[in-house]
């Protein structure tokens, strides 16, 4: 059986010594480095070579010449990796591999080690046709685009036999993407603010797994050639974990040290991609030689762990963020009464934290971690073996829709699921985080309490899924002004409540005040003369003329009766409260 197509041949076999017999051209029309003529390479000559044949008696070839060659050919064969379109796969490409062991049946060494076949190439969703217009040429591709927007939009295209679509939104977005990275590494890498700390806290830790397990998951995706999910997992996924360090942090800051870790890591990570754009910043880091040559990071062992918790974290805080709205919503009115009432917004909240399942749940959870042993039982199964339990007779009406609610767990997040409890601190890890979950809710407070003060109202509290309770304490409202010119800040009443101080105004300010960007940068200060104070001619060369900057250990209370607010520093009541932002 002859097949005449030469792809389904041993030509790659030909590539290790193409370059001695070719005299560096395509048509040897020039001499070649062993001056070895077409004629003279023999059947006999190309077994010597290829299949360790003896030397040809008649051979007209020196016998050196042919060993040079040989020495090429086995080092380096086989071919790793076959790469070529999915529509050659019943053809051309299975004959190579039914050739190969023609050829080599005693040396599987020299086998096609792999083949990869890619899908069609798709623009904008569609077949690419110069009749239709939907056609895009490389040379235009890359003056619209560049070459590493074209190299980002092909990777993220699509993977293995399925077709790859190049959409050029997409790589509109990329280009966007990657100078923001640039920019945004720039702005890193002369940024003063960043912090050095001598032991790691809980974001830096999540941050540092996230980053491992992100470095491992692209290299298995680029292993397999798997370029879109490389970049999903070294890209996208990894920028996501740094937004999400950088917002956790917050007023905290991040750690110098990772942030520079995850600069290089993520240059490394991409530059197969991106080149151009990762040896940019490769040399802005101040590395020597070329990112081309820069050895792949080792990652350490990921702690999933860690991971976990910090998920919980993010889960539980958009669950809080939702059950706010919820609580800020007014009823709906009644048909021809008055509209409901606004309500205010709260100023503290609770939560409450479950260790474990109440006794007939977690009678359900251990049925059921038994039944799933043997496959996924059908709820017929479940409903049938949860009948049989004495101890759930009173609560058959709530069994089902609870085992419902934990057969869709089971389907996002594992067996683990059925656990009667988490294997670390919940409560440890929203304590560790309570700045944050206060910020993001823009709240003044927030107090952890176990589930069990709720009675049987605690038994929606489980383990992972921790109930939020919102209230607005009492407060009084005070006028603050600011009397920085240009500034484009004026006067707001502020709530002000028992107990506060200077830094929980300064907060409450920049929530309140969007051109106040940073709480640290606020100072209070009070009128020397509360009734006169006020009413004096301002200077602009002497703004600080008759206030006294009210210190950060002063405290602020409430006369309910009058309606009024007292500072421990002096009267703020009768003038109000002048403040400033300083420069850090």
Known sequence: LIEGLSDSTIYMAYYTVAHLLQGGTYDSSKPNALNIKAEDMSHEAWDYVF?????????????????????????????????????????HLTYAIYNHVAM???????????????????????????????????????????????????????????????????????????????????????????????????????????????????????????????????????????????????????????VLQYVEWQSIILSPICPHVCEHIWELLGKEGTILNAPWPQHSEVDLTVIQQSEYLMESVRDFRLKLKSHMTPG???????????????????????????????????????????????????????????????????????VAFMKEKVVTSGMSAL???????????????????????????????????????????????????????????????????????FSIDLPILQGDNVSKMAARLARTERMVKDARKVELYRWKDPSMGPRTMPSLERPLDGLVLIPAEATFSLDKEKQTVNCSAGDVATSGIIYRLAEL
């Open 104 to 258: 080599w049946p005693e040396t599987g060494g020299n086998w096609i080690q792999g083949i990869r076949a890619n899908g069609h190439l798709l623009l904008n969703s569609d077949k690419m046709s110069k009749s239709t217009g939907n056609f895009l040429t490389l040379s235009d591709a890359i003056n619209q685009f560049s070459a590493d927007g074209m190299r980002l939009a092909l990777a993220d295209a699509g993977d293995s036999v399925e077709d790859a679509n190049f959409v050029t939104t997409s790589a509109d977005a990329g280009i966007l993407r990657l100078y923001t990275f640039v920019e945004w590494a720039k702005e890193v890498l002369e940024d003063p603010n960043l912090k050095v700390r001598s032991k790691p806290n809980f974001h830096d830790n999540v941050f540092v797994n996230e980053m491992n397990l992100k470095l491992k998951q692209s290299h298995d995706a680029y292993d397999k050639l798997l370029f879109k999910e490389a970049l999903k997992t070294g890209f996208f996924e990894l920028q996501t974990a740094r937004d999400k360090y950088r917002e956790l942090c917050g007023d905290e800051g991040m750690c110098k040290k990772l």
């Open 419 to 489: 656990d009667t409890s988490l294997p670390w601190d919940e409560m440890k890890v929203l304590e560790e985080n309570k700045d944050y979950i206060v910020n993001t809710l823009q709240l003044e407070d927030l107090n952890l309490a176990a589930s069990s003060e709720l009675g049987e109202k605690g038994e929606d509290c489980r383990p992972g899924q921790p109930l939020i309770s919102f209230r607005t304490e009492e407060s009084i409202k005070l006028r603050l002004t600011n009397n920085q010119p240009y500034s484009g800040l």
């Open 332 to 402: 709906k009115a009644k048909k021809g009464g008055a509209a409901p009432a606004s309500i205010e917004p709260p100023t503290h909240c609770t939560v409450y934290v479950a260790k474990s399942y109440p006794a007939w749940q977690s009678t359900i959870l251990q049925t059921m971690k038994d039944m799933y042993k043997t496959g996924v039982p059908d709820n017929k199964a479940i409903s049938v073996e949860m009948g049989k339990k004495p101890e759930l007779k009173k609560y058959m009406k709530r069994v089902m829709p609870f």
């Open 51 to 91: 299949l360790g044949g003896s030397y040809p008696k008649k051979c007209k070839i020196a016998q050196a010449s042919l060993d040079r060659m040989k020495r090429e050919f086995e080092y380096w064969y086989p071919c790793d990796i076959r790469v070529s379109g999915k529509d050659l796969v019943p053809n």
